[in-house]
């Protein structure tokens, strides 16, 4: 069975020569055609009369697109779907944002460049190319500098273009063939184990990575810094504790401090100043659901969510708990009571006044009767009439 | 065949060139002198960032020659001549210093004796921000620059006539000497010069700063010399523009790195958010000092980054031109940004003076006179040089 030729190559000696060959090719008009040296040569673009190469574009529209996503991806979780203040800095800051964004940008530049590459241009995947294993290729990756002329080449006829090869004063002239049949080199046994090899290395360099080389001093470093954290013990101040407590005699800045605080039968309590204008009732739902609801449920039913691994309360709309006053309410949310403990710190002045407001709010709902209608539509009427 | 000898015959620049240098400079000095006279205060902080400019075309002129032998690279072989004239400026800079140096009580806060003597802060830098010490270190730095200057140039200028392929291994030992040198050097110029005018403030890159702004300042003036040369055919015939792509990419570079170590050292400040940081740039902030740091953005980093990313841009002369051109009034402009909001009279906002105009003008003449007089001097081409040929068979 005759060979089917993939291409005719020649090798040359200097870089000098194989530019003065590809220059000669490329005006001969051939199209199908390749130089392989063994390290870049300066200006061999030109001499081969390549175009720019369209990868460039490909590289700029990811990368915008990476500028792009990182920005929409931070300002959609960091200022719409989960505000959360940093710092004191706005919820959109740009200068936090833009090393972040820098990141992308050159990431997905640089992967999707490796990838087009790979891709559109090498012409991957494939198993194998008929250079491959041939002198050719190795004298070429070594000390030669080879053009070939493929067979594909419109212009293409074996004896002219080997005629026209020897006319360049090449080293020697060589005549490539396809490969018989389909190799996979990529099954051979040597390359599977080659990867199972590489496989095994790399997870057991990882796991001793992670698991103890991080452990060790001084890789460690940023695990164990030396600084006081809270509960930790301290060595700077008398008392030895790691958290100080305010100097005797100070409050914080805007704090106010609760008067009946540890009392259980306050002799005096104080009044609602919120009136349950709207925003004040959102706010206290808002608090209501985040703070109270676990025990005493969405609607106060004392349907805990916590399935029995905490007490449940009572309800709040028993008539004693509706006769409660605003300021006796504000004294537990304050002070806790019974098994409940103080949400002083969780919750402020103003969202436990709002809190009430909404507590109002849901017992007033939950105790509703019908005569309550004609009220509202008399107290309507009234109010239009004004 | 590649010829094996290199042809080059020396010409003379135009007389046209001298003239226009000595309008510029004698323009400059006149009215610098009458502006030192009309408000001396106004006219040391618009000197202090013409003298800084200077630092860095000759400067950083320094650098890229040193740059050239520490990495053995042939492609700027054939333009360093370029690079060397501009470095000239160097000796002069012991001159330039003098009006400085007598105007520091106007410049330098730090040497009122009367306000040091009521700021705690300023005591505790007094050992350092000192005038004694100052006028030491100023002239330290020029003997520092000066002392490489003469050292590079004698070997390269003794290379024309011997051809000695040592000289450039010696030249490569006293750059690798430099480098560390120059980055000690080009970061304290920036502290005494740029960042002392606010003595409370400071910043541990401002050093890095300002040597990414030298590197381009003295890159552009390099391009668009080159261009200008190359054009008008005072250089070897073969500088083609893959030489120019060089010059081109490394501005670029250049660009970004600006753009990265300007943007560290805001954003490092807006985020640590102290008091004593803070309020350099909030001063930049006041009044139309923004559209100043807005600009400064525009300016100095996204028109020279888009002008630059494509290929053919980095190789178009008459692109460069251009853009060298606008580099080094970015440049000026960022030092123009960093000294002026510091002017008393201006702290709510910049007022328009021709003050602020003179000290260029006087620059560029100055600039121009040097590059003339080493041209007519010496060859524009080192046609001793071992790597000439290789850097004029230059290739992307």
Redesign the interface.
Same mark, same amino acid.
């Given at each position: 069975m005759a060979k089917k030729v993939f291409a005719v190559g020649a090798l040359f000696n200097s870089p000098?020569a194989i530019i003065a060959a590809a220059k000669k090719t490329n005006a001969e008009g051939f199209k199908k055609w390749d130089v392989n040296t063994p390290y870049p040569v300066?200006?061999m673009?030109?001499a081969m009369g390549m175009k720019?190469s369209m990868l460039?574009f490909v590289t700029m529209i990811c990368g915008l697109s990476g500028t792009a996503l990182a920005l929409l991806l931070m300002w959609w979780t960091m200022s719409v779907e989960y505000p959360m203040v940093i710092?004191?800095?706005p919820f959109f800051s740009l200068?936090?944002f833009?090393?972040v964004t820098f990141e992308v940008t050159v990431i997905l530049a640089t992967v999707s460049t490796v990838v087009a590459m790979f891709a559109f241009f090498f012409g991957l995947p494939r198993n194998s190319h008929p250079l491959h294993d041939t002198d050719y290729m190795k004298k070429v990756s070594r000390d030669h500098f080879g053009i070939i002329i493929e067979a594909e080449d419109p212009k293409f006829d074996e004896n002219s273009v080997l005629q026209f090869l020897k006319g360049l004063n090449p080293v020697s002239t060589e005549i490539i063939y396809e490969s018989e049949k389909e190799t996979y080199p990529i099954f051979e046994p040597r390359f599977i184990l080659f990867l199972i090899g590489t496989a095994v290395v790399v997870s057991i360099g990882t796991y001793f990575t992670l698991n103890k080389l991080m452990y060790t001093v001084p890789f460690d470093w940023m695990d164990n810094q030396e600084k006081i954290i809270p509960q930790s013990v301290n060595t700077f101040f008398a008392d030895s504790r790691g958290m100080q407590l305010p100097v005797e005699g100070t409050v914080a800045r805007g704090f106010i401090p609760y008067p009946f605080k540890g009392e259980t039968e306050p002799a005096e309590l104080l009044e609602n100043p919120y009136l349950p204008a709207k925003e004040n009732l959102i706010l206290g739902q808002k608090k209501f659901l985040t703070y109270c609801s676990p025990c005493h449920g969405n609607f106060g039913d004392g349907d805990s969510r916590l399935r029995g691994q905490f007490p449940n309360p009572p309800t709040i709309h028993s008539n004693r708990a509706r006769d409660f006053s605003d300021g006796k309410i504000y004294h537990i949310i304050t002070n806790g009571q019974n098994v409940m403990p103080s949400y002083d710190a969780q919750v402020t002045r103003e969202e436990r006044w709002a809190i009430i407001n909404y507590i109002r709010a849901l017992q007033r709902a939950k105790n509703a009767k019908v005569t309550d209608l004609a009220e509202i539509k008399s107290e309507t009427e009234q109010n239009a009439g004004n | 065949m590649?010829e094996t000898e290199i042809k080059y015959q020396k010409k003379d620049l135009p007389a046209s060139l001298s003239k226009i240098g000595y309008i510029l400079l004698a323009v400059g000095v006149l009215l610098g002198v009458i502006s030192f006279l009309v408000d001396s205060s106004r006219a040391s902080f618009n000197y202090v960032v013409m003298y800084a400019f200077l630092i860095s075309i000759g400067v950083g002129s320094l650098f890229l020659i040193a740059l050239e032998y520490v990495v053995n690279a042939d492609w700027s072989v054939p333009i360093r001549r370029v690079v060397e004239f501009f470095a000239a400026t160097i000796p002069f800079l012991a001159i330039l210093v003098i009006p400085l140096i007598l105007n520091m009580h106007d410049l330098f806060h730090w040497t009122h004796e009367e306000s040091v003597a009521q700021d705690k802060i300023l005591q505790g830098k007094a050992p350092y921000l000192n005038v004694t010490f100052f006028i030491i270190r100023v002239f330290a730095l020029i003997g520092f620059w000066w002392l490489f200057y003469y050292l590079l140039t004698k070997n390269s200028r003794k290379q024309d006539e011997n051809k000695d392929q040592g000289l450039t291994r010696k030249n490569i030992k006293i750059s690798a000497v430099f480098i560390p040198v120059f980055a000690i050097t080009i970061s304290v110029s920036a502290i005494d010069l740029l960042m002392s005018v606010e003595p409370h403030w400071f910043s541990t890159i401002i050093g890095v700063y300002f040597f990414s702004g030298t590197v381009i300042a003295a890159l552009a003036a390099v391009t668009l010399a080159t261009v200008l040369l190359k054009e008008h055919g005072y250089l070897h015939s073969k500088i083609t523009n893959d030489h120019l792509y060089s010059l081109g990419g490394l501005l670029f570079a250049f660009v970004n790195f600006w753009g990265y170590i300007a =943007?560290s050292q805001?954003?490092l400040i807006?985020?640590a958010?102290l008091p004593e940081e803070t309020f350099w740039f909030l001063q930049k902030w006041e009044g139309s000092w923004a559209i100043f740091s807005i600009g400064l953005i525009v300016i100095h980093f996204l028109v020279p980054y888009i002008l630059l990313l494509?290929?053919p841009a980095k190789m178009d002369p008459k692109k460069l031109k251009f853009i060298a051109v606008w580099l080094l009034f970015a440049h000026l402009f960022d030092l123009f940004w960093l000294v002026m909001p510091e002017f008393p009279a201006m702290s709510g906002g910049y007022v328009f003076s021709w003050i602020d105009l003179v000290f260029p003008i006087g620059a560029v003449g100055f600039l121009i006179l040097i590059f003339n007089m080493k041209a007519k001097k010496e060859n524009l081409v080192p046609i001793g040089d071992p790597k000439l040929k290789r850097g004029l068979d =230059?290739?992307?």
């Open positions: 000098d300066h200006g673009d030109s720019p460039g710092g004191g800095k200068p936090a833009i090393p | 590649p =943007f805001y954003m807006w985020y958010d494509s290929q =230059f290739h992307l």
